[in-house]
Structure formats: structure tokens, C-alpha cells
């Protein structure tokens, strides 16, 4: 048996070496660090020893083990994720040369020198870091059993809109939960949606609604819910009965609520949705009954006035925003596939008869009438899929706008498209005109559509602000009324040099007086794996691809390293404003992706095509962009193990003060519990700071709460310090936003959040929306 070990470990010794030595070899002629190849070489010269048994082996391999200690420390500091995977693999090779099997396959009768006393520390290490990874994740007990106060008005324990406000807040007036009691939060309910229709695969997203004594959340099919928000006991459900054919991935991110001025009875109290098979329904509030003077029985139909529509190319995912009695949305088309997809349109409807008001036709944006018959709006405009925010007393709608599509090649796009595109837009609430328009990213390449909900906010010197945070994980921080930056804004020269027939823009805006969300700039020191061989694979990754700096542009010989990714930065989870403190937390990612333009005749050659019914093209593969010379192949920067070539945190959250503009913390976000490589989950919750896709809620008394991780839990920090104070485990990823409202049966303060998982993410899947509050006293 003895004999078996050794020859194993002999044969992994020395394929690892010759591994090293190919992956070192192309690292090097790429310019890149000699030390793989010199490690590679080791290896193997240390199998051949030891295949001869020759006491030798141990000698070479343990100083080259100092050696490589001392490489390490002079490449990457005292960062232990950093040291990992140059240190780990070749200690743990190290150490089975100091067991009795190979002192005896060496023919030696004494203990080899410091052999015992580095095994029994080698116990002793791995025992207390498992052990550490376990205490570090402990939480401080509740040291203040004490409730704070209760709300000073009703409508301080309602959280009346997407993000609570209309301007997409996110903080809850509510102080009963405090930094010193949540730590005795536990769940009061959960309820479950249900079985997912036949073949549909739906992402649980909502940001629940809570006014007077009903809770109200909807599906990823759209089917709306109202709970009792004390017990989660269901009141009513309505069943649009979606057409769900071809959709990738059924998002339903929230519901809207609207009281009719100087209405009584049926319907003076409203829930809207709008579905992924384009229709915007009106519902009783108190019934869940269709409102039948709305629209035809309740629904408009939102492909009139679209032209012909491909199924499954043009559905809403988010709440339309409402503003002086009118309703406000936009709508998600499909992202890559050709020129000429459905228009981006925005549009606005009544909110009592459901008649059309006025649309934003970006390619006629002064004409703000329905098209006549047999035309259409145009197509292939940017988009607005993301939650709109808007201010009643400015009658203004802030719209968060996308790409023409496609997304990675623009020289088609026309001088409208090229204006508004990835851009926030203030809209006039009567009429459609544009007020003012700010545009994030010039000529975007890159993906970087405006995801995140527009945040409005008045500053403490009066300001009054919208904070628009961006993929690029730039923050900009405007007047709301004009549309100027607050704080200051600089262009700035960006890389140049893309495919020829495209056309760059010299420069990009950049947020200069506040801190960038896009993470540490990658470089070769800063590529990661779990052993130096995969390493070695994402170091000649990164030498293979072009990249220059962030929008560096795609190209067709080599990838290019896009940073960062387009996850973000930021994306549609937003953030959160303390108003009470002048905090804005923010969580980002910290994930690159690596893209390439595939010319026409390539792309055909790969069968690439545009998803139809028959055939759904996987989000993160090639793009087929048919109307321009590329399609395109988007994907993670990944190593073969699944994981990152970034070495971690992946995510973080952060708070800004919003008086100063400079950060006050950031902590790592998630634990490496439920990821791993390969797509296997590690058990082990060592916080490492994960992908996250999903928002926070920051209330009055100090605390702040997210899911939002790739790690199936939901969590709670002190608002002031970052403190982690309070974790809940959850049946699937938290990938939603979180609401908190007050329900007077109980008095209490209560979190809920949609814990469904997220496909991309591979957070898991569930049909639970949990509530936490404090126990009853």
C-alpha cells in the first residue's frame, strides 16, 4: 500500500511538473513571470530523484519550498488569498516526503529532520484554520434586548414603491430593530409561491410591497399575491396566465401601488403589473379583481404600436413608476441578437382608464404620439429595463436607459441613439419632453447600460439630488432639477484602436470626487487559482488578452479583458440612502469578463444564430449580432476550475458619506459556503467576499440589510461601522432587494426578502419569501 502511495504521489509530482513546465514556457515567451516554468522544472527533477530514491529529492524540493516562499512574499505582500495558490499545493507536496511511507521508500531508518514536529504543525494549522473560518463567521449576541421606538406616523411603517419611495430610496423611517437587539431576529413566516408553470424557469426578484394591512409581491410568471404582513397567511392571488414560450429567464422585480384621488370602493386602491408577455393589468388592491374600466377589462396591451414582435424579444421586468396620475415604462429586449430588435420605447398610460398619455420615441423623440397604422415605433433603440424613479412635485420621470442593440458594435447607431443611449434621462411626467438627459457612457461597447434604479435624495446643503450608480462602477451624483453634476464629473482619454469599421469615442466620464465601485485593476500578480497550475492558466489568459485600462474596445485577433464585467461594478440592485446618517451603501462586484468579436463568416462557420423559439441562445455565449460585420462571445474571466482568474473579494459592500463624498467602510460580502470550484459548494464559510446580484435596505435605527450573495444567506450590518451583526440562512441566494414595514397587530418591525436564487448566479432556487421580526414580547 505504502509502495501504491509513493508511486502516486510520484506520477502527481511529476505530471504537475510537466504541466508547469508547458504552461511556464508559453508564459514566459508571453512576457510574463519565469517562476511557473522554474517550478515545473523542480517538480520534475524531484519525481526523478525520488523514482530513484534518492534522499535528494527531499533536499531539492524543501529549498525550493523557501525559496518559493520568499517569491511569493516579494510578488504579493502578507495577502493570504493572494499566497495561497503559490504556497499550498507545493507545501502539501513537500510534506508527504517527511511521512515514514516515503522515509522509507528513500531507505532511511531515522526521522527525517523537523519531519515530526512540522506534521504535528501542519495538524494543528489545518485544525485552526478550519476552526478560524468558523469563528470568524460568529456574530456578536444581542446586547440590547430593548426595542426602539415605534413609527410617528402610519405611513412610516408602509413601503409604498419599488425601493419604498418613489425616488428609489431604499431606507425604511422604522427604529424599532437596532444594532444592539437584531441579533434576536428571527423568522416570523414564510411563505411559499407555489410549483413554477410547466417548462418555465423563473427568477424570484420581487421587492415587496407593504401598504395599510395588506403585503404584496409577484412571481416571475407575474402572478400577484397579497398577504396578511403579520402572518403571511394569503389574502387573494391573480393568475394572468403568462405566455411564457421562449423566455430565458421570467423576472417579475416588483409591483406598483396607486390610490385613485377622491375614489371610493372598488379599485380606488390599485396594484399594477406589468408581464413578461407585455401587458400592464390593473387589480383591486383589496380584491385582487381585475379593474375593468382600466384599459380592455383591466389590461392594455403593451405591443400596440410595437409592430411585428418576435416572441420572447420584447416582455417588463420592473414596476412602471408612477407620476401625476400617469403610468411610466419601458421594457427588457432581448440583448445581442440583431439590428432592428423591438423599440426601446418609453411610454405612459393613465392610471385610471389605462388610455395612452404619451410615448419617447428615441428615434423621434420630439413626436410623442402613438405612430400611425401600420407603422411602428422605432426599432432598435436603447431600452429601459431597469426601475425608473420619479418626483411628483417636479413632475419629472428619471429613466435609466440601455444600448441599440447589439450591444458590442455600434457603428450603425444614429445621432439620437448615440445621445440617449446609457444614459439617465429626466422626462416631463405630462408630456414625454426631454428636461435634461446625462449620458454615463459614450458610444457604449461594452455593456454598460444603466441597470440601476435612479436614487433621489436631498443632500444635507439642500441639493436636490439624483445618485445614479453604473455597471462601470462609477457614482454620479446630479442635480435632479437640471440634470448637472453635484459633484464633479471629468473626461477623461480611454483606449483606443477597436475593429475598423468602428468608431471609438476619445473619452469617458468619470466621477472623480467619489469612490469607484469597479475593484482593484487586474494584473498578471493579481490572477488567482487554487493551485499555481491554474495560475499559471488565467497568468497566460491575461497575457493573451488585450487590456489596456477599463473600455478598453473588443477585437478580433486576441480577447479582450473587460473590466469590469457586465455584472458590474453595480447593477440593478441599486443602493441604499441612510437619510438619517448621509450614508449611501453600496455593494459591488468585482469580476472581469473576457470578450471577442468573431467576424461574420467565423460566426456562421460556429452556427451561431439568434434565439428564436426553436432555438434560445445561452446568456454568456456567443451573440450572434446579426446586421453588423461581428457577432460576439461574452463570458466570465474564468479558470478551468469555474472560478474567477481574479484573485478575491469578488463582492463587497460599502457605505459613502454623502456630504464628503469619501468611503467610511467596505467589507467583504459573503463566505465561500455554497461556492467553490467546479460549481461545488466548499461548506466552509471563510469570508472571502462573493458575486452578488440583488440591493440592500438601510433603516432609522442604524441597521442595514442585504441578501444579494451567491451565498444562501441574508444578512445584517451596522449602518455607522460595517459591523456584521446578524445572519440568517436562507433556502436559496436572497437575489432581490429587501422591504421592512411595521405591522400593528404585533407592533413590530419586520424584514422581508424573496430568498429565489438566481440561475447566472448559481445561488440555488426557491418559491420562499421570508419575513424576520423581533420575537413577540
Known amino acids: 500500500m505504502a509502495r501504491t502511495l509513493n508511486l502516486l504521489f510520484l506520477l502527481i509530482l511529476a505530471a504537475s511538473g510537466a504541466a508547469l513546465i508547458w504552461l511556464g514556457a508559453r508564459l514566459a515567451l508571453l512576457g510574463g513571470s519565469p517562476w511557473y516554468l522554474l517550478t515545473g522544472l523542480v517538480m520534475m527533477a524531484t519525481a526523478a530523484l525520488g523514482a530513484r530514491r534518492r534522499l535528494l529529492s527531499v533536499s531539492l524540493f ?18 493570504g488569498w493572494a499566497l495561497a495558490p503559490r504556497l499550498a499545493m507545493p507545501l502539501c507536496l513537500g510534506l508527504w516526503m517527511l511521512t515514514p511511507w516515503y522515509r522509507r521508500w528513500l ?11 512540522l506534521w504535528r504543525g501542519l495538524a494543528l494549522l489545518l485544525a485552526g484554520g ?38 428609489g430610496s431604499r431606507f425604511s423611517p422604522l427604529a424599532q430593530i437596532t444594532p444592539g437587539n437584531v441579533g434576536a431576529l428571527v423568522p416570523a413566516w414564510t411563505y411559499h409561491t407555489g410549483p413554477l408553470p410547466a417548462g418555465a424557469r423563473a427568477a424570484f426578484q420581487a421587492n415587496p410591497l407593504k401598504v395599510g394591512d395588506r403585503l404584496f409581491v409577484c412571481t416571475g410568471y407575474n402572478d400577484v399575491i397579497a398577504l396578511d404582513p403579520e402572518t403571511g397567511r394569503e389574502l387573494w392571488r391573480y393568475r394572468p396566465h403568462t405566455d411564457n414560450r421562449g423566455i430565458y429567464g421570467l423576472v417579475c422585480r416588483g409591483v406598483a401601488y396607486y390610490r385613485v384621488p377622491g375614489a371610493a370602493g372598488a379599485c380606488a386602491e390599485r396594484i399594477y403589473t406589468a408581464t413578461v408577455d407585455a401587458r400592464l393589468i390593473a387589480l383591486d388592491a383589496a380584491s385582487g379583481r381585475p379593474c375593468r374600466n382600466f384599459g380592455r377589462d383591466g389590461t392594455v396591451d403593451l405591443l400596440t404600436g410595437m409592430g411585428p414582435v418576435e416572441k420572447s424579444y420584447y416582455l417588463v421586468t420592473s414596476p412602471p413608476a408612477i407620476v401625476r396620475g400617469r403610468l411610466v415604462l419601458g421594457g427588457w429586449v432581448t440583448d445581442g441578437q440583431r439590428t432592428g430588435e423591438p423599440s426601446g420605447v418609453i411610454r405612459a398610460f393613465n392610471a385610471v382608464t389605462g388610455a395612452f398619455s404619451w410615448a419617447f420615441d428615441i428615434g423621434r423623440p420630439t413626436d410623442h404620439a402613438l405612430p400611425p397604422p401600420g407603422a411602428g415605433f422605432t426599432r432598435g433603440t436603447p431600452n429601459s429595463w431597469a426601475p425608473m424613479s420619479s418626483d411628483e412635485a417636479l413632475g419629472l420621470v428619471y429613466v435609466p436607459t440601455g444600448n441599440a442593440t447589439p450591444d458590442y458594435f455600434g457603428a450603425h447607431r444614429t445621432a439620437n441613439d448615440e445621445r440617449f443611449a446609457s444614459s439617465v434621462v429626466a422626462l416631463d411626467a ?18 454598460y447600460d444603466v441597470a440601476s434604479q435612479p436614487s433621489l435624495v436631498d443632500l444635507p446643503n439642500s441639493d436636490r439630488a439624483l445618485i445614479q450608480p453604473t455597471k462601470r462602477g462609477e457614482i454620479f451624483v446630479l442635480d435632479r432639477v437640471t440634470g448637472r453634476p453635484l459633484f464633479p464629473v471629468v473626461e477623461r482619454p480611454v483606449p483606443q484602436g477597436g475593429v475598423p469599421e468602428e468608431r471609438l469615442s476619445p473619452t469617458q466620464p468619470y466621477s472623480t470626487a467619489l469612490p469607484a465601485f469597479a475593484g482593484p485593476r487586474p494584473s498578471e500578480r493579481g490572477m488567482w487559482g487554487l493551485t499555481p497550475i491554474d495560475q499559471a492558466f488565467c497568468r497566460i489568459r491575461f497575457r ?14 486576441r480577447p479582450t479583458l473587460t473590466w469590469p464585467g457586465y455584472l458590474g461594478g453595480i447593477d440593478w440592485g441599486g ?3 441612510d437619510k438619517k446618517r448621509g450614508l449611501m451603501i453600496v455593494n459591488n462586484n468585482q469580476v472581469a469578463n473576457y470578450n471577442r468579436l468573431i467576424p461574420r463568416a467565423e460566426a456562421e462557420r460556429m452556427g451561431v444564430r439568434p434565439s428564436t423559439l426553436s432555438h434560445m441562445s445561452d446568456v454568456g455565449g456567443p451573440a450572434a449580432q446579426i446586421g453588423v460585420p461581428y457577432a460576439a462571445r461574452i463570458a466570465p474571466f474564468l479558470s478551468p476550475l469555474a472560478i474567477p482568474c481574479q484573485q478575491p473579494p469578488y463582492g463587497r459592500i460599502n457605505a459613502v458619506d454623502l456630504r464628503t463624498g469619501k468611503l467610511v467602510w467596505s467589507r467583504r460580502l459573503g463566505t465561500s459556503r455554497d461556492s467553490g470550484p467546479l460549481t461545488l459548494p466548499t461548506f466552509l464559510p471563510i469570508p472571502m467576499g462573493v458575486p452578488n446580484i440583488g440591493g440592500a435596505v438601510s433603516t432609522a435605527g442604524g441597521v442595514t440589510f442585504i441578501g444579494a450573495t451567491q451565498e444562501h444567506a441574508f444578512r445584517a450590518y451596522d449602518t455607522a461601522s460595517g459591523r456584521a451583526l446578524w445572519r440568517a440562512r436562507l433556502p436559496a441566494g436572497g437575489n432581490a432587494s429587501p422591504s421592512s414595514y411595521w405591522s400593528a397587530a404585533s407592533g413590530r418591525q ?28
Open 750 to 777: 419586520f424584514v422581508v426578502i424573496a430568498a429565489g436564487g438566481h440561475g447566472a448566479m448559481l445561488s440555488g432556487s426557491s418559491d420562499a419569501l421570508i419575513a424576520y421580526a423581533l420575537p413577540k414580547r
Open 107 to 117: 531507505r532511511i531508518d531515522r526521522q527525517l529532520s523537523a519531519g515530526r514536529l
Open 130 to 167: 478550519v476552526g478560524l473560518s468558523f469563528w470568524s463567521a460568529r456574530l456578536p449576541a444581542p446586547t440590547d434586548s430593548r426595542p426602539g421606538p415605534g413609527p410617528s406616523r402610519a405611513a412610516d411603517g408602509d413601503w409604498i414603491a419599488y425601493g419604498n419611495d418613489r425616488g
Open 575 to 577: 443602493i441604499a440612502i
Open 544 to 557: 493573451e488578452a488585450r487590456f489596456d485600462g477599463d473600455m478598453t474596445p473588443l477585437g478580433v485577433d
Open 62 to 79: 524543501w529549498a525550493f519550498l523557501a525559496t518559493n516562499l520568499a517569491w511569493a512574499l516579494w510578488e504579493v505582500g502578507l495577502d
Open 430 to 447: 405630462g408630456t414625454g419632453a426631454v428636461r435634461w438627459t446625462f449620458q454615463t457612457t459614450h458610444h457604449d461597447l461594452w455593456d
